[in-house]
């Protein structure tokens, strides 16, 4: 018995973790979790990639969603260090207090 998983079924996965990440980075003021909402849009676009890419036989999307795995990894790194930068003078990771740097 082969159990199939349909793309539709892919694509609303998709769609969940885009809205919950969007809403991450919307709703909370913590540069942490506004970061690990970002990753997680970018992974849901790497799904939608891949089943499209699948679903049309070819690698196309495959080979994109390697490149946004590619600029996801350097934006950590420098948004990690951005907020490290922060934390070690204000003593706080929340993004309202990063516009207090200028001054």
Do not use: C, P, W
């Amino acid at each position: 018995m082969s159990l199939t998983v349909s793309v539709v079924a892919y694509i609303m996965l998709a769609v969940i973790l885009f809205s919950i990440g969007s809403l991450a980075v919307l709703l909370r003021r913590n540069a942490i979790i506004q970061i690990m909402g970002i990753e997680l849009m970018l992974n849901a676009t790497n799904l939608a990639l891949v089943t499209f890419s699948r679903l049309h036989g070819n690698e196309t999307g495959q080979v994109f969603a390697f490149f946004v795995m590619v600029v996801a990894a350097a934006e950590v790194v420098v948004g990690l260090s951005i907020v490290v930068s922060i934390f070690k003078t204000r003593r706080s990771v929340n993004v309202d207090d990063a516009s207090l740097l200028n001054h």
